[in-house]
C-alpha cells in the first residue's frame, strides 16, 4: 500500500458514519468463523480427543482456558495500540474501541482465572496462589475493570476516552511479565505448551482443537468488540444528524 | 507527521520507555522475593533464609517415596540432580503427585536438614499426550533431572 493510500483508507476509516454502515457487513465475516471453530473446538476437545495420560477428562478445560487467557492478554495489548493511536492522532474510533473491548477483555481474564481454578484443584492441589503467573493474571482483570471503571466515572467522553487511552498503554506494562513470569521466575504454573518458536509439547490430535478454539475466541472477540463500538458509537453521537438519519430511516 | 502528533507520539514512546524500565528494575530487585518456591542446590548453596517457612521445589526423586505406617505419613526426597533435600509430610497429597513428577514442599528445614513440609502441590509439567502416546515414549516415569520449566531464568 502506498503512503497516500494508507492515508486515504486511515482517514476513511475514522469516519464515524462510514465505520458504522460497512461494521454492520463485517460482524458477519467475524461471526461465522467465530461459531465454526468454536464449535470444532468444543466439540472435538470434549468428546473427541483422548484423555491425558496423566490427568485424565480434567485437562479438557484447556479448551476453554487457554483460549480465554490468550484473549486476555492480546485484548490488553489491543487497547494499548488503540491508546497511542488515541491519544498521537485523536482518532476517536480509537477511543470508542478501547471503550468496548474492556469489558469483553475483563470477561476473557475472568473466564481464563476461573477455569485455571477449577483445573488447580485437582491437579496441583489448590485453587490459588500467589505465584507470579496467577498475581499478575489477577492484576490484568483489575487494570481491565480499572479502564471500565475510568470511563464510567468520567463525565466528558473525550476526557474519559483520553483517561482509558492513558491507563491501556501503562497497563500494557503487565502482559510481558505475565506471559514471561513462567520464564523469569519459580511459579506453581507451568511454562507454556505451544509457543510459536519452539513447537509444541502436546499431541497433534489434542492440539489442532485447541489452535482452532484460540483462533475462534479471537474472532468472537472482534465480534463482540465491533458490536460494543456500534452501540459506543450511536450513543456517543446521538444527537449528530447522521444518527438521527440512520435512526428514523432504518 | 504533523509536529504535534510527533511531539506527541514521542511522549507516550517516553512513557512506556520509562515504565518499562522502572518496572524492569523493581522486578530485578525483588527477584528473590517473586520467586514461589527454592530448588534443592539454592539451598544447599546457602542463598535461601533457613530459619523461616519457605517453598522448596523440584522432582520427586525416583524410588524415593516411602510411608512409615499410619497411612497418612509420607517420606521421600524432592532432588533437582545438583542436590537433594529429604521432605516429611502429614496430609493428603494431589492427584499428580507420583516420582519423577514435580512438586512444591511448604515448611521448615530442621536442624538435622530434613524439610518438615505442611502442604504439598503438584506442579505439571506442561506436556499433553494420550495414554497411547504415552505408552509408546514409556513416559510417565518422566525426567530424570530438573526440566527448564522448573527453574526461574539466571
Known amino acids: 500500500m502506498t503512503g497516500t493510500g494508507f492515508k486515504r483508507w486511515f482517514h476513511r476509516f475514522g469516519s464515524l458514519p462510514y465505520f458504522y454502515d460497512v461494521s454492520a457487513r463485517w460482524a458477519v465475516w467475524l461471526a461465522v468463523p467465530a461459531v465454526v471453530l468454536i464449535g470444532y473446538a468444543l466439540v472435538a476437545g470434549l468428546f473427541v480427543v483422548p484423555p491425558d495420560y496423566q490427568q485424565g477428562d480434567v485437562f479438557r478445560i484447556i479448551y476453554i482456558h487457554v483460549p480465554s487467557a490468550w484473549l486476555s492478554l492480546f485484548g490488553y495489548t489491543a487497547m494499548a495500540v488503540a491508546g497511542v493511536v488515541a491519544l498521537v492522532w485523536r482518532l476517536k474510533i480509537a477511543e470508542i474501541f478501547i471503550v468496548a473491548a474492556a469489558p469483553v477483555g475483563a470477561s476473557f481474564t475472568f473466564l481464563a482465572l476461573v477455569t485455571g481454578a477449577i483445573w488447580g484443584e485437582p491437579t496441583w492441589g489448590t485453587y490459588w496462589v500467589w505465584d507470579a503467573r496467577l498475581t499478575s493474571e489477577l492484576i490484568l482483570l483489575f487494570l481491565y475493570l480499572g479502564v471500565i471503571a475510568l470511563h464510567q466515572a468520567i463525565e466528558s467522553p473525550r476526557t474519559a476516552a483520553r483517561a482509558c487511552a492513558l491507563l491501556s498503554i501503562v497497563g500494557v506494562i503487565n502482559v510481558p511479565i505475565i506471559h514471561y513470569s513462567v520464564v523469569w521466575w519459580t511459579t506453581l504454573h507451568q511454562g507454556s505448551t505451544v509457543s510459536l518458536t519452539g513447537g509444541s509439547k502436546m499431541d497433534a490430535d489434542m492440539l489442532w482443537p485447541l489452535l482452532a478454539g484460540a483462533l475462534g475466541f479471537t474472532f468472537l472477540f472482534g465480534w463482540l468488540t465491533l458490536w460494543g463500538m456500534r452501540v459506543q458509537l450511536l450513543w456517543r453521537e446521538r444527537r449528530s444528524r447522521w444518527v438521527m438519519k440512520r435512526i428514523t430511516h432504518g | ?154
Open chain 2, 1 to 154: 507527521m504533523t509536529r504535534t502528533r510527533r511531539r506527541r507520539l514521542l511522549l507516550v514512546g517516553s512513557l512506556l520507555v520509562g515504565l518499562g524500565g522502572a518496572a524492569a528494575l523493581m522486578l530485578t530487585a525483588f527477584k528473590q522475593d517473586v520467586l514461589y518456591f527454592h530448588e534443592p542446590s539454592a539451598i544447599a548453596a546457602g542463598d535461601v533464609p533457613i530459619n523461616t517457612r519457605f517453598r522448596i521445589g523440584g522432582l520427586v526423586a525416583a524410588g524415593s517415596v516411602n510411608r512409615p505406617g499410619d497411612g497418612l505419613s509420607v517420606n521421600f526426597k524432592i532432588s533437582d540432580c545438583a542436590a537433594t533435600v529429604p521432605v516429611r509430610y502429614r496430609g493428603t497429597l494431589p492427584d499428580l503427585f507420583r516420582e519423577g513428577q514435580g512438586v512444591i514442599a511448604y515448611g521448615k528445614l530442621d536442624a538435622a536438614g530434613e524439610f518438615e513440609a505442611d502442604q504439598i502441590l503438584a506442579k505439571h509439567d506442561s506436556s499433553y499426550m494420550s495414554p497411547d502416546t504415552a505408552r509408546a515414549l514409556k513416559a510417565g516415569t518422566a525426567d530424570a533431572c530438573m526440566p527448564a520449566n522448573m527453574q526461574a531464568a539466571r
